[in-house]
């Protein structure tokens, strides 16, 4: 899953970012309206953790152009206004939920969570297929009952990929939801990520199977659905 943090403050945004990532998010920033309207412009998110008071604009705008388009991504009011008058108009101008500083990162982790659980959002409680099984909330993977390390981007390729179970997800979606703006990608990153994640997922016992579809992208498919001669 990707993230847009839109926070002036750079010490601020780096901290928030770094933690997210921890948590298994693809995390981009940007500090000002501008550079808001371009990335949202330019790539779908999943939730949005929005400052309103940024040097060239109110955030408050640039929700409110989210919002006249029609756009219901989620998103997370994170700022200094602590007034209740501040809280009803960010709630009221279209954010999903209003966040003061300083906060905690356990508590926003927890909000962000929520605003993704809820009808229509990306965020279901447990995946399952076959005998393997994610958490999306604790970002936990079992096999047969038992816990399975994932490293983050692979998890992100897992996630993607039992999301859609059965479905082809194609390269620019995985990647999307791997990698972040900035981020230095090998041409066969990809490959390489899904590559060990088959691997892994062997090893443990994990009866499914990760397809490549040539030129497309990749589908899992549980073994008994697998058909003869797959890669």
Same mark, same amino acid.
């Given at each position: 899953?990707? &993230? ?5 403050? $750079? *010490? +601020?945004?780096?901290?928030?970012? =770094?933690? #997210? /990532? %921890?948590? !298994? ?73 209003? &966040? ?5 990162? $356990? *508590? +926003?982790?927890?909000?962000?969570? =929520?605003? #993704? /659980? %809820?009808? !229509? ?92 579809? %040539? ?17």
């Amino acid at each position: 899953m990707r &993230l847009l943090i839109v926070e002036d403050e $750079e *010490e +601020l945004a780096e901290l928030m970012k =770094a933690n #997210l /990532r %921890r948590g !298994g998010f693809a995390v981009d920033t940007v500090g000002d309206a501008e550079g808001a309207r371009a990335a949202l412009a330019a790539q779908r998110y999943d939730a949005v953790l929005l400052d309103l008071g940024l040097p060239d604009d109110d955030g408050l705008d640039v929700l409110a152009e989210l919002r006249a388009r029609r756009d219901g991504t989620p998103v997370i009011a994170v700022t200094a206004r602590d007034g209740v008058a501040d809280r009803v108009r960010g709630l009221n101008g279209g954010a999903d939920d209003y &966040l003061t500083k300083p906060f905690a990162h $356990e *508590e +926003l982790l927890a909000r962000i969570h =929520a605003v #993704l /659980r %809820r009808p !229509g959002g990306v965020m279901g409680l447990r995946l399952e297929l076959a005998n393997l099984a994610f958490d999306s909330t604790s970002r936990d993977v079992t096999v047969d009952g038992a816990a399975l390390t994932v490293p983050r981007r692979e998890l992100a390729v897992l996630e993607a990929l039992l999301r859609r179970s059965g479905r082809v997800v194609v390269r620019d979606a995985l990647e999307s939801a791997v990698y972040a703006f900035g981020d230095e990608v090998e041409s066969n990153a990809l490959e390489a990520h899904v590559s060990r994640l088959r691997r892994r997922l062997g090893d443990a016992g994990a009866r499914v199977s990760v397809h490549t579809v %040539r030129g497309v992208g990749y589908l899992l498919r549980a073994e008994e659905d697998k058909p003869g001669g797959g890669d």
